[in-house]
């Protein structure tokens, strides 16, 4: 499994930005979808945005999409989630996930990262 460590959460007025990391270990990640989820209060886990570690390509969810962009950095074996023009409805705990390319289930999560967004 791969382990992961996110960071960047905080406390942020609506219209602005916050970048959240997850540092990934324990495996080469070439063949890993990176993948980042929340969790409001009260709200199922809902699918924010995915990166296919190999080659870039990138997926966001239609409640993101044009305000966050995944991103990753190779040398640091780090995915990045850049939240831009933050709403108070983007309040969750963000979770990062690894799942290999060989499935669709995502095995590997880590402990997450509270996003508050105050209007």
């Known amino acids: 499994q791969v382990h992961l460590v996110e960071s960047g959460g905080g406390l942020v007025q609506a219209g602005g930005s916050l970048r959240l990391s997850c540092a990934a270990s324990?495996?080469?990640?070439?063949?890993?979808?990176m993948g980042w989820f929340r969790q409001a209060p009260g709200k199922e886990r809902e699918y924010v945005a995915s990166?296919?570690?190999?080659?870039?390509?990138?997926i966001h969810a239609k409640s993101v999409k044009g305000r966050f962009t995944i991103s990753k950095d190779n040398a640091k074996n780090t995915v990045y989630l850049q939240m831009n023009s933050l709403k108070p409805e983007d309040t969750a705990v963000y979770y990062c996930?690894?799942?290999?390319?060989?499935?669709?289930?995502?095995?590997?999560w880590g402990q997450g990262t509270q996003v508050t967004v105050s209007s």
């Open positions: 996930a690894a799942r290999t390319v060989q499935t669709n289930e995502y095995g590997s």
């Open positions: 990166i296919r570690w190999s080659n870039g390509y990138t």
């Open positions: 324990g495996r080469t990640l070439s063949d890993y979808y």
